[in-house]
C-alpha cells in the first residue's frame, strides 16, 4: 500500500471549532438561506438522500425542512423537479442531485457501462424497446413502459424495469419526477440542458469536483468522511485531494488527517443554531464514525432491524438542538396527532428543546397534537409533557 505524502496542515483546529464549521457548512448554524430555498439547500449538499420509509414524511422532504422551518411539501417536490432542476443517481446512494453536477457524474456512467450494477440478464432488444417507447411516447413510469415486475419476489423485476433501470443508469435515460413515489423516466437528451449533456469530462476531473463538493458540503472532514460522501475510493480521493482545493487542517482529538473547504476557515462560524428533528438519513450524520467523532452521539437507523431487537425505535430521529445531538425521538402518526412512540433524552436540557421540535414537526404534517408514549428517562417524562402542553 502506497502511502500518500501529507503536506503541512493549514490550520490546527480545536474539536470545537471542527463541529461548528461541519453545522455551518451543513446549514444549520447561522441564518438560512430563505431566498435560495429548497433549491439553495440541495445545491450546498451536492445530494438529497432518498428512501422509501415515509413516518413524517420522506426523507427528501425532511432535508430541507431541518434547516428551513416548515417549508411546504409541494414546495418540496415542486423545487427538485419543475424544469428539471435536478436529476436521480447513485452517489451516497440514491440520491437527488442538482442538475449542475451531470458532467461530473460521467465517470460512475462510464463505470457502470463496464459493469452494470444489477446483476439481471438482459437482452439488446429489450433495452431498445424502452428507448424507442420513450422516444415517441414522452414520460413514463416502469409501469406504463409495460410492468415493473414478474411474478415472483419483489426484486424480480420484470425486462423492462431493468432495462430502463439500466438505461438510468448508463445515462440514457433520467428520473424526471416521482409520481406516486414511481419514477418517471425521460430520456436524457430531452431532460438535462444540452450544455450539460455532452459536456464529458474525464474521471479524474469528475472526482476531483465531488471531492471538493463533498469537503465544501463537509466543512472538514477526513478522507473516509470525505470520499464517503459520494461513495468514492479511497485511492480515487486520494489521486485528486492535492489538487481539489481543499486544504489539510489537523483537529483535535482527531486520529487521522483531515481536509477543510478554505472557505470554512475563513470566517469564524457563528449564528443561531436550528433546533430540529433529523432524518436518520441526513447528511450531517451520514456517516457513523464520523457522527460519533464529531457529536459524541451514536447514530443507527433501526428500520431494518429486527423490532425485538430495537433499542431507539424503527425510524428514530435524532434531535439536534444547541449544535449538538441531545436524544431522539421515534415517531408515527394516527390521525391529526403525532405520536412520539419513544422518546430517548440524553440529559435534562434535552427537555425543552425535544418539546419544541415535535410542536414544529406536528404543526408541518398537520398535527394538532403530541402524543409521549415512552421517555428513556421516566423521571423526565412529567417535564417533556408539560412542556408540549
Not at 420513450?134 to 419483489?154: I, M
Request: proline residues 5%.
Amino acid at each position: 500500500m502506497t502511502t500518500v505524502p501529507q503536506p503541512r496542515p493549514a490550520a490546527e483546529l480545536s474539536a470545537d471549532e471542527a463541529r461548528r464549521i461541519a453545522l455551518r457548512a451543513q446549514g444549520f448554524l447561522g441564518a438560512p438561506d430563505r431566498r435560495g430555498g429548497v433549491r439553495g439547500v440541495l445545491r450546498h449538499l451536492g445530494a438529497v438522500q432518498l428512501d422509501t420509509i415515509s413516518v413524517l414524511a420522506r426523507s427528501h422532504e425532511l432535508i430541507p425542512y431541518a434547516r428551513l422551518g416548515a417549508v411546504g411539501r409541494t414546495t418540496v417536490e415542486d423545487a427538485y423537479w419543475t424544469q428539471t432542476h435536478a436529476f436521480e443517481y447513485w452517489s451516497h446512494a440514491a440520491c437527488i442531485l442538482p442538475v449542475e453536477e451531470w458532467p461530473h457524474f460521467a465517470f460512475r456512467r462510464r463505470a457502470y457501462r463496464t459493469r452494470p450494477h444489477w446483476g439481471h440478464e438482459l437482452a439488446d432488444s429489450a433495452y431498445d424497446a424502452v428507448i424507442k417507447q420513450l422516444r415517441a411516447e414522452g414520460p413514463q413510469t416502469a409501469t406504463e413502459l409495460g410492468g415493473a415486475k414478474n411474478k415472483g419476489e419483489w426484486w424480480d423485476w420484470s425486462e423492462s424495469k431493468v432495462a430502463v433501470e439500466r438505461a438510468l443508469m448508463y445515462g440514457e435515460v433520467v428520473c424526471v419526477e416521482r409520481r406516486g413515489w414511481k419514477r418517471v423516466y425521460d430520456l436524457a437528451e430531452r431532460a438535462v440542458p444540452a450544455a450539460l449533456l455532452h459536456d464529458e469530462l474525464d474521471d479524474a476531473e469528475c472526482v476531483r469536483r465531488l471531492v471538493r463538493q463533498a469537503g465544501e458540503a463537509l466543512g472538514v472532514g477526513t478522507r473516509a468522511d470525505i470520499a464517503d460522501y459520494h461513495r468514492l475510493k479511497a485511492e480515487q480521493f486520494d489521486a485528486v485531494v492535492a489538487d481539489s482545493g481543499l486544504v489539510p487542517v489537523t483537529v483535535a482529538g482527531w486520529s487521522k488527517p483531515a481536509w477543510a473547504d478554505p472557505a470554512a476557515l475563513a470566517s469564524e462560524p457563528r449564528g443561531r443554531h436550528r433546533t430540529t428533528l433529523l432524518s436518520p438519513f441526513d447528511s450531517l450524520i451520514w456517516e457513523r464514525a464520523r457522527t460519533e467523532r464529531i457529536f459524541g452521539f451514536t447514530h443507527r437507523l433501526e428500520a431494518y432491524v429486527p423490532k425485538q431487537k430495537r433499542v431507539h425505535g424503527y425510524f428514530a430521529m435524532p434531535l439536534l438542538a444547541g449544535g449538538k445531538l441531545l436524544g431522539r425521538v421515534d415517531p408515527a402518526r394516527e390521525g391529526r396527532t403525532l405520536v412520539a412512540r419513544q422518546v430517548s433524552l440524553d440529559t435534562p436540557k434535552a427537555v425543552e428543546p425535544m418539546a419544541r421540535a415535535l410542536r414544529e414537526a406536528a404543526e408541518w404534517v398537520g398535527c394538532d397534537a403530541v402524543r409521549v408514549e415512552q421517555v428513556n428517562r421516566p423521571e423526565l417524562a412529567a417535564a417533556l409533557v408539560a412542556a408540549l402542553d
